[in-house]
């Protein structure tokens, strides 16, 4: 590859811990808090929201700025509302910090100082609100490389909590998330000329270079896609960390990298193609969460990602509705529409995935993770994901465990279930054809339209041969986010990163 002319870095906020309010690096304050705080140092603070709530009942519910006795001069604050009723969770914290961020950024604030939440009725509030403040705080790509001096929105975040070193640490471990995340929305959010799949392979690359803890390798070779993953081309980027060992679990990741997704011969027509670059964001999860890993380096664990990049494109190379392709487990697949390409690309990397595990894994999990179908945005709406279990994973949890783990972080999932429908579905009925890809309608508009497609991911890796009646059971989640990932103008969000990290890698580093 040729020498770029500048070094591709992910975005990171510079961040430090702050042991006196009385510093004076900072030219605002963001309390970020469900009650007023009753900490002694935050008792002035504390007595001007009150001031201001006297004469205005709204700064209750909608925060306000004050002027305070202090170096910084100005008080952001930014409540989370109510955190007790039945339906409230921990992204009450992250969206009032990133409001509470936006609302300083607004106001002048070149330096904010955040001050990170005591209530403990969410165990992570605190890391929860830095990460919602570092979200507000991301500059896209683009704009970064393009208009370079703009590619920091402050001179520094100041972290202030009453006990320093815990905020020590959770600086540090934010940071390792953020990098991340960053890296995830940076792939994610690349317009589809930025993030073409050449340009995908050359920004992991770059990411990943001198670090002792990724092994990384490239499939571009259109032999090799003939021959190894005959339902994909394009690029497949392979990502893989070994911890320290003994190794007790094995992380297998497939992404969905459709860097745009015209819809192919089945072309997306009547305006619905806007927003189309964001259909990689499956695979730019997988990189961000293999930055995270690579920064946390957990102990005992070992995390394949596979990165499934591709432009779904309309032309005389592109495929076609009716083709009979066998995929790489031998299953023979009818294309019943080229929109249905997500599940086409990972289709044979998860076949590998399997043959991997059949040849030694130690407790491994596969999972593919996907921005696969409108369905799951009816289903969910907007800022959820949907996880769906095979037998084996079923019975150990696995739905559950990322459920859990994902609410602790404001990363939340719903459970469905794949059903026996969703097999007979994808069953072909032609003669020589065993699976059906998909029906000729959109998901949105197909009954268990987003289940489905996880029945058509087992049957054509040949996963249905690892269930509970199998004598090698392999475990297997789907993870469809295409309500989580985010739409545009939103930056994308780069879930389920922390649902992932809380699930499989909290406890570990
Ligand atoms: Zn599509």
Request: glycine share 8%; net charge negative; charged share 25%.
């Amino acid at each position: 590859m040729s020498q770029l002319p500048y070094e591709i870095l992910p975005h990171i906020v510079p961040m430090k811990t702050v042991k006196s309010l009385n510093d004076s690096d900072y030219d605002g304050m963001v309390l970020v808090s469900h009650t007023l705080p009753s900490h002694l140092e935050l008792g002035s603070l504390k007595a001007e929201v009150e001031k201001a709530i006297k004469i205005d009942k709204s700064v209750e519910t909608d925060g306000c700025i004050r002027e305070v006795n202090f170096p910084a001069q100005r008080l952001i604050y930014s409540p989370t509302g109510p955190i007790n009723r039945d339906y409230d969770d921990a992204r009450s914290y992250s969206e009032a910090a990133a409001k509470g961020i936006k609302r300083a950024l607004k106001a002048g604030v070149t330096s904010p100082l955040l001050i990170l939440p005591f209530e403990r009725k969410f165990v992570h509030a605190d890391l929860v609100t830095l990460l919602g403040a570092l979200e507000a705080l991301y500059v896209p790509i683009q704009f970064r490389e393009d208009v370079p001096e703009k590619n920091s929105k402050i001179k520094q975040l100041g972290v202030w909590g009453p006990d320093p070193s815990a905020v020590n640490t959770i600086i540090s471990l934010a940071l390792a998330l953020e990098i991340g995340r960053s890296v995830a929305r940076d792939i994610g959010g690349g317009d589809p000329e930025r993030m073409s799949p050449p340009r995908v392979e050359e920004y992991v690359t770059n990411i990943f270079k001198n670090n002792p803890h990724i092994k990384l390798q490239v499939i571009k070779d259109v032999e090799v896609f003939k021959k190894e993953y005959p339902l994909h081309n394009g690029r497949i980027l392979m990502l893989e960390y070994e911890g320290e060992g003994p190794i007790d679990c094995t992380l297998m990741l497939v992404g969905k990298g459709v860097t745009y997704d015209t819809g192919g011969a089945d072309i997306k027509a009547g305006g619905v193609m806007a927003g189309m670059s964001r259909d990689k964001c499956g695979a730019a999860a997988v990189a961000g969460f293999l930055k995270v890993v690579s920064e946390l380096k957990p102990k005992r664990i070992k995390v394949i990602g596979a990165m499934a990049m591709v432009r779904n494109s309309v032309g005389e190379e592109c495929y076609v509705s009716d083709e009979i392709i066998a995929s790489r487990s031998k299953v023979r697949v009818r294309v019943g529409n080229t929109d249905a390409e997500g599940r086409m690309a990972m289709a044979d990397l998860l076949c590998q995935m399997k043959e991997k595990v059949v040849s030694g894994e130690i407790n491994p999990h596969i999972m593919t993770l996907a921005t696969l179908t409108g369905h799951a945005c009816l289903t969910v709406g907007t800022g959820y994901s949907i996880v769906m279990d095979n037998g084996p994973a079923r019975e150990n949890g696995q739905s559950k465990l990322l459920q859990e783990a994902g609410s602790i972080l404001g990363d939340p999932f719903e459970i469905s279930t794949i059903r026996r429908e969703d097999f007979n579905f994808h069953k072909d009925k032609g003669e020589g054809v065993d699976v059906l890809q998909c029906n000729n309608m959109p998901s949105s508009r197909t009954p268990r339209g987003h289940q489905g497609p996880a029945a058509f991911l087992i049957l054509s890796s040949g996963l249905d041969k690892h269930g509970l009646d199998s004598s090698v059971p392999i475990k297997y989640s789907h993870l469809d986010i295409a309500a989580s990932a985010g739409d545009y103008p939103d930056e994308p969000t780069a879930s389920p990163i922390l649902a992932l990290y809380a699930a499989y890698l909290e406890g570990r580093h």
